[in-house]
Nanobody, 125 residues
Framework: QLQLVESGGGLVQPGGSLTLSCTAS????????VGWSRQAPGKEREGLSCLNDSGRYTFYADSVKGRFTTSRTNTNGTVYLHLSNLKPEDTAVYYC??????????????????WGRGTQVTVSS
């Protein structure tokens, strides 16, 4: 069974950048669409992005468009989320997720069926 693992979270100052990674054990992400979402304390899960299997097509939530970029290297099956110009309101646990398809219907978290355990991102001075 595919298990997802996020890494790369941490503490960063406002305006800073961070790159998160998503890897899989028990299989590969190479032929699957992969998305990212986040959840802040007391708030609902917010879908952020979706990247298709080839890496050519992406979808982003308006709240992160232009600041966050998702990419992948199918040679090792890793998917990335690069976060830039970070704001305190970006503080949350960030999750990567997959769906049983190679294409992206959208960035909303409802499109994904399996999630990792998340990595904490804290934006604070």
């Amino acid at each position: 069974q595919l298990q997802l693992v996020e890494s790369g979270g941490g503490l960063v100052q406002p305006g800073g950048s961070l790159t998160l990674s998503c890897t899989a054990s028990g299989g590969t992400l190479a032929n699957l669409a992969v998305g990212w979402s986040r959840q802040a304390p007391g708030k609902e899960r917010e879908g952020l992005s979706c990247l298709n299997d080839s890496g050519r097509y992406t979808f982003y939530a308006d709240s992160v468009k232009g600041r966050f970029t998702t990419s992948r290297t199918n040679t090792n099956g890793t998917v990335y989320l690069h976060l830039s110009n970070l704001k305190p309101e970006d503080t949350a646990v960030y999750y990567c997720g997959t769906r049983t398809s190679y294409w992206c219907p959208g960035y909303e978290s409802r499109h994904f069926t399996s999630w990792g355990r998340g990595t904490q991102v804290t934006v604070s001075s």
